[in-house]
Every structure is written in structure tokens, then in C-alpha cells.
């Protein structure tokens, strides 16, 4: 034997028996060469929920048959879009593997559909995430296998061309791949992905919306959403969750362009996997979403209420739809939040009593506006102060903030009305056939303000065109306070 093989064999030899050759030995365990016992069909569920834990089954043949179909959905009330999915749902099927599962994956395209599809799993380890091998025509099926390498949460993706149409239609998903013994259990576990739709129209035109591969690629958002739609986590499709518990969320970001400021308003996550790694950071307010990257954060619930979900990207939470809804039910703990305790006027040294009604900072106050004055100032009144909530064209958004447009409520009773924006608004209204249950703080107007507010939202979007006056307005301002209760009646 040469002097130069015996040096080979040597170091050969001293790198197999020990790890000191290993770059990074503490990173991760190698689960290559783990061998798989028995075999299982996956099960795949649809958002907002997730199949069951792993728990502590063994790695194992896992297998999956996912179906791709493109079909018709909703947007928003009234706007029509031609998703295409993993699954039937936006996002896509979630599912649930172990670290070193043998994935057997079955991609069928419906022949229903028109165009071929293909899917990239972050959890493959291999060319294109799987992509190179599963491109699939309409009526034909494809199957790959892959090894689940590393644990984590990964997203998965159509990475066919033009692939960012495909992932704006929908096309997207996650796999969770759990550790050796999986993760540790929790109350509730839920599967929220965030994505952004680019449509002809603007928000909330109504109509089938054709895809706009132009504002797409200018990154103009028209629906920034969580779960395919405005709306998919509000009202009765609230996320819930009692006191006490603790909540997982398996958080994913679609894309295809813009990247989440995930947040829970009136929590703190406990913990945060971050970018769905094995690093836990602790006592996090909001955590990055990356496109084409996830995130699992977990909290406890302490106190009863409804928690909103939003990409503090905040105009996308209120204008473009990321908002979501986790109810909690249970008892209340003044100690942990106590509510308002007390409501006071406040008055500053020196400070004059405020007078009521108090008059536009320096403004002068014209007393008899003609109606296209009162329209005019009443726009701008509404596009400072209402439209946050009822939006620019009074629509509302479903689930959350009752429309001011063509609604039902305001037209058949304008005291009522003048009370709302006077007082506030609480407890259940029906407007337009739908229910809402939510909170409309008192707007801190004067009589001329509310009048003109008033005036140009019923001389809009096809209401009763009233006109209103200040001195109507005064006039409930003189009465007490109608409680919320009352008003419903
Ligand atoms: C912070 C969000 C918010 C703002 C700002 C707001 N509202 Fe509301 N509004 C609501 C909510 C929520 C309700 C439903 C309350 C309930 O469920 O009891 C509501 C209800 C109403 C209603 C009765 C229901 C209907 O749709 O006809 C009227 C009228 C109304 N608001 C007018 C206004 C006007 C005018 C302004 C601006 C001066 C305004 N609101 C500002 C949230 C808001
Ligand atoms: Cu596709």
C-alpha cells in the first residue's frame, strides 16, 4: 500500500469514528438511514383546522394523495374569484408528518381543470422541492416520494410557470414535519396562512375578479387575507378557545409578494418557533412572516374576549382584509384586565369646563350650509373618521363593521342614527339581514360635524338622501344618553 492511500485510509477511518469531522455536530440528527415501519394514509384537513398530533408513533410510510382543483370562491360579499387549490381550499390541505417519515406523495390534477400544476414542498430535501417530478396535466396523476429530513414548518407551493399567478390564485399550503416524540400538546391547535390577491377591480367591486398580472408584479395588493378570503376567521367562523387554554397557531405566509407582521391584538405570544424552526423565542408581541415562509407561535388565554388576528401592516388589517377572530369564552379576571373602572371628565389646571356642543377647533361654523356644502364637508368628515370602520364606499366589512351603504338600519330611523354617532353603538344590530355584534366607540363630533357626516352618508351609496340638520342633532344631544339595549328595540 502507497504512503498516500494509507493517509487517505487513515483519515478515512479517524472520520467515521468520531464526529469531530462533522461541521456542526450539535445541529441537527441525521435521519436519513432511519428505517420506516408500517405505512399510513396522511390525513389532510382544510383550514382553519389541522389533522391530529403524531404523538409518538414511529417514522413510518406516510402516504399522500392530494388533489388539485380549480373552482370558484368568494373573495369578499359579492366578489367572485377563480381560485386554484390544493385540496379545495385556500390555503391548501394541511399536513401532518414526522422526522424521518417516507412520504409517498400522489399530486392528481382534475380533469375538470385547465392547466397543468405541480407542487415544491420546503420540507423536501431534492431538486425543485419535488416540483421537477410531479408536474401534472388535467386528468393525470403523478407520484414522488421524499424523506422528511428536517423537522419543522414548512410551506409547500405550485411552482409552475408563471409561478407567481399560480401561488396568487392560491396555491399554497403547509406541511408540518414534528420531531422525534412530536411537539408538546396544547388546547387548541389552529392552520391560518396569509396571502395576497391582486384583482381588475379594486377592493371590493363586485363581480367575478379576473387575476391582474400587472398590479401582481407592481406588488399592489387589492386583498391581503388570511385563509383565501375577507372574512374566512370572523363572526361565526371565529377561531375559538376557553379560558385557560393554550393556543398553537400554525401561521404560514403564501405570498406571493408581501411579507407578514403577524399580531395578536390583547396577547402576547408565549412562545415563537421562529421562522417554524427549533429556535423558541418567548414573550413576543408580533413575529415576521416571510413569504413562502411559517411560523408556530403559541399563548395561553387568560381573560374572555375576542382576540384579533391582523398583519400589523395595519391598513392591510382594516382596508385589504387580514383580520381574523379568536373568541374566548369564560371568566373574567379583573386582576389580568379590569375594563374600564372609571370614566371621568377631565379637566386640567386651569382648564375650562368643556362646553357642549363644543365648536371645530378655530373652524367658524357656518349655520346654514346648503346641501353641497354639508355633502362636501361631510366627506371629508367621513373619510377622517367613519371610513376606517365602514369603508370608503360605506360597504362595511362582513363580519366586522356593519354597512352605512343601501343599510336598512340607518334608513329607517335617523335619531337612531344620530344616537350611534353621538353615544356609540353596542350589542347586537341587524343591518341588512346580518347580525353584528360589535363596539362603535362615540364619535367626538359637534352638532355641525354629525350633521354633515350624517347628511353625506344618506345622500350616498343609494340611501334615503335625509338631510340633517344641527338642530336635529341637538335636540338628541339634549336627551339623555339612550342606552345601546334600548336602541335595538
Ligand atoms: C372604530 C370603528 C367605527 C367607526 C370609526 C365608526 N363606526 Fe359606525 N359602527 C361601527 C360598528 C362596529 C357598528 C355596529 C355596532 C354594533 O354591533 O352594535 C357601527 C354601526 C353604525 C351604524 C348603525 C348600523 C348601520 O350600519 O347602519 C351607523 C349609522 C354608523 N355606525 C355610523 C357611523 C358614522 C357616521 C361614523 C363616522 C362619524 C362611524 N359610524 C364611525 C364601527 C365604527
Ligand atoms: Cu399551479
Known amino acids: 500500500m502507497s504512503n498516500f492511500i494509507k493517509r487517505i485510509l487513515v483519515v478515512t477511518i479517524a472520520c467515521l469514528s468520531s464526529v469531530a469531522c462533522k461541521q456542526n455536530s450539535e445541529s441537527s440528527t441525521d435521519y436519513s438511514t432511519l428505517a420506516v415501519v408500517d405505512q399510513m394514509t396522511a390525513e389532510l384537513t382544510a383550514p382553519p383546522f389541522v389533522p391530529k398530533p403524531i404523538g409518538n408513533r414511529k417514522a413510518t410510510k406516510l402516504i399522500v394523495h392530494m ?15 377563480n381560485y386554484w387549490t390544493f385540496g379545495g381550499s385556500v390555503p391548501g390541505s394541511f399536513i401532518r408528518a414526522r422526522v424521518g417519515d417516507e412520504v409517498e406523495f400522489t399530486l392528481k390534477n382534475h380533469p375538470d381543470n385547465k392547466l397543468p400544476h405541480n407542487i415544491d414542498l420546503h420540507a423536501v430535501t431534492g431538486p425543485g422541492g419535488g416540483a421537477a417530478s410531479s408536474l401534472v396535466a388535467p386528468g393525470h396523476s403523478k407520484t414522488f416520494n421524499f424523506k422528511c429530513l428536517n423537522p419543522g414548518l414548512f410551506v409547500y407551493h405550485c411552482a409552475t410557470a408563471p409561478v407567481g399567478m399560480h401561488i396568487a390564485n392560491g396555491m ?19 392552520y391560518v396562512m396569509q396571502g395576497d390577491f391582486y384583482t381588475k377591480g379594486k377592493y371590493g367591486d363586485p363581480g367575478v375578479q379576473p387575476f391582474d398580472m400587472t398590479k401582481a408584479v407592481e406588488e399592489k395588493a387589492d386583498y391581503v387575507v388570511f385563509n383565501g ?20 397557531i400554525y401561521m404560514g405566509n403564501g405570498g406571493p409578494n408581501l411579507v407578514s407582521s403577524f399580531h395578536v391584538i390583547g396577547e402576547i405570544f408565549d412562545k415563537v418557533h421562529i421562522e417554524g424552526g427549533d429556535m423558541i423565542n418567548t414573550n413576543i408581541q408580533t413575529t415576521l412572516v416571510p413569504a413562502g415562509g411559517a411560523v408556530i407561535v403559541e399563548f395561553k388565554v387568560d381573560v374572555p374576549g375576542t382576540l384579533i388576528l391582523v398583519d400589523h401592516s395595519i391598513f392591510r388589517a382594516f382596508n385589504k382584509g387580514a383580520l381574523g377572530m379568536l373568541k374566548v369564552e369564560g371568566k373574567e379576571n379583573g386582576k389580568i384586565y379590569s375594563g374600564t373602572t372609571q370614566e371621568g371628565i ?41 371610513f376606517a370602520c365602514h369603508q370608503s364606499e360605506g360597504q362595511g366589512i362582513p363580519n366586522a363593521f356593519p354597512p352605512l351603504a343601501k343599510s336598512d338600519y340607518l334608513n329607517a330611523d335617523i335619531d337612531r342614527s344620530i344616537n350611534a354617532v353621538l353615544h356609540g353603538l353596542s350589542g347586537e344590530v341587524t343591518v341588512n339581514g346580518k347580525k353584528y355584534n360589535s363596539v362603535m366607540t362615540s364619535q367626538n363630533l359637534t352638532d355641525q360635524e354629525i350633521s354633515d357626516v350624517l347628511t353625506y352618508v344618506y345622500n350616498s351609496w343609494g340611501n ?18 339612550v342606552k345601546a339595549k334600548d336602541m335595538h328595540e
Open 229 to 248: 378570503k375577507v372574512g374566512a376567521l370572523t363572526g361565526d367562523k371565529s377561531l375559538t378557545a376557553k379560558v385557560g387554554e393554550t393556543v398553537r
Open 172 to 190: 399554497y399550503g403547509l406541511i408540518l414535519v414534528e420531531p422525534e416524540g412530536g411537539l408538546p400538546p396544547v388546547d387548541k391547535e389552529y
Open 67 to 81: 388533489e388539485i382543483k380549480e373552482e370558484q370562491g368568494e373573495m369578499a360579499d359579492g366578489v367572485k374569484y
Open 464 to 481: 334615503n338622501k335625509t338631510r340633517v340638520t344641527p338642530e336635529m342633532v341637538k335636540t338628541q344631544r339634549a336627551k339623555p344618553a
Open 346 to 386: 377631565y379637566m386640567p389646571e386651569g382648564g375650562t369646563i368643556q362646553n357642549m356642543p363644543k365648536v371645530a377647533n378655530g373652524k367658524e361654523v357656518i349655520v346654514n350650509k346648503t346641501l353641497a356644502q354639508q355633502m362636501n364637508d361631510g366627506k371629508n368628515i367621513f373619510s377622517n373618521t367613519c
